[in-house]
């Protein structure tokens, strides 16, 4: 389903990747540790398109998103979604339009079906007419969450996604967004630092060693 090639990456004349690869199925939930700066969200951001690359290559689905720095497929064109640490979600909109923000081309009653269908997936019904202020920390993730897989994204990147809250919360997000993961067959990378949750969240596990990925 995913397939990276070889990728090559520097910043100010530095090397942090070289010769990465990565082979994901369909429905494989991947998770990538190492240490701060060692290239783990450069990674997700070459996958991404939202960075280029001294070297590599990104097969996904059978289409090429990239190829040596050549070729680069605009990122909104790649069906690839990404969650952050920090939610980035839009303070002055709602949660229903929060969420519908990457469908807007759709109908509104087309949009509100998929809120309505994502918020009781991530546990949040209820809640649209609120705003990112009025909920916890764990909520506004869930919202994130529910806001990237609403346009139905081959492929999602979690950068940090769960690191900016508490350990208990922590732990039971990672469970809830591992199950939903499940249920919607969604293909998924994330990138943390902490390794009980990358083996508990994930189908499989690498971790970056020396700017080459390692697959446990």
Known sequence: MLKVNDLSVQYNKQTVLQEFSLELADGEIFAMLGDSGSGKSSALRFIAGLDNALNGSVILNGKQLSNKGEHQEPPETRGVGMVFQDYALFP????ENN????????????????VEVLLSLVG???????????LSGGEQQRVALARALAPKPKLLLLDEAFSSLDKSHRDVLAKQVRKIFKKTNTTAILVT????????????VGVIQ????VIN
Request: charged fraction near 30%.
């Open 99 to 114: 969420i519908a923000f990457g469908i807007s081309r759709q109908s509104k009653h087309e949009q509100q079906v998929r």
């Open 193 to 204: 630092h902490d390794e009980t949750e990358a083996y508990s969240f994930a189908d499989k």
């Open 124 to 134: 949040l019904t209820g809640t649209e007419r609120k705003y990112p202020h009025q």
């Open 92 to 95: 002055h909109m709602s949660v």
């Open 210 to 213: 020396n700017k080459q990925l």
